[in-house]
């Protein structure tokens, strides 16, 4: 059965703990043609190794964490993808009116020598007054695992502002080190999709299986947390369509095209 909301708990889970999973988030048909197009950005070469051998500088070659960010300017598909309806129904009932997208990307690991992305809390990184009034949400290309890697979250201190500092293993994060005893490991099947707020602390693992995974990286805010000049910035000519409340763009305004109502066939 296709998500249709949250419950009263699940939604208490998020505002609580500071996130929440559902494990049938996408149809069979919907993460089919997420993970295919994703196959074709990684066939075209558009995924990059930021991973690093430990200065923050040099990419590792035997290591492999690919990541793209954004996507959207690259792929119609992807731009499509924050007007799903049921993305809609989600922002709407953990963000309210007016949430936006803020950003796409992605990060796959490779069999054997997929990496990690360590610790962090995107605040760290976005620094919203309410670390509420921003989500993630993390879809499993694949089924998620503890062998391959799988999302980890530390529940309840997304209103602690942890200590970052530039991560050594990639060449452009920076992570922090919480209390790992804490830690939640989110495993998901393929399709599945993880909120967590933007003060969660979450990290990857490396993976260990032989087949690669996947997660497809969407953030949102609320436009009542935005900085002043986020809707005149522009990333490569993509801005920050708003997906729910009166003043929701179904795709019209953003791309002229209604691709609220063209998904998943786009
Ligand atoms: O998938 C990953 O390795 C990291 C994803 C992540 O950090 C995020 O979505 O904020």
Known sequence: MP?????EDQIRQFQSQGWVAIP???SEAE???????LDRLKNEGLLRNVATDGDGKTHSQTKANLQICPMAPHSRFFRAMPFAPQIKVALSQLLGDNATLHLDQAFLKPGKHGAGTNWHQDNA???IPDPLKGTAIWTAVHDATIANGTMRVIPGVFDQNLEHQRDP?????????PDESQAVTVELPAGGALFFCYGTPHATGANLTNKERAGVALHFLNADSVP????????NGIGHPVLTGSNADDGTI??????????PHI
């Open 3 to 7: 998500f249709t909301g949250f419950s």
């Open 254 to 263: 953003s791309y002229g095209e209604p691709f609220a109502k063209l998904w």
């Open 31 to 37: 993460i089919s043609a997420i993970r295919a197009e």
């Open 169 to 177: 293993d990639s060449d452009h994060h920076i992570r922090c080190w």
């Open 125 to 127: 990184y976005f620094k």
């Open 228 to 235: 002043d000049d986020y809707f005149g910035r522009q990333v």
């Open 24 to 26: 049938d988030f996408w």
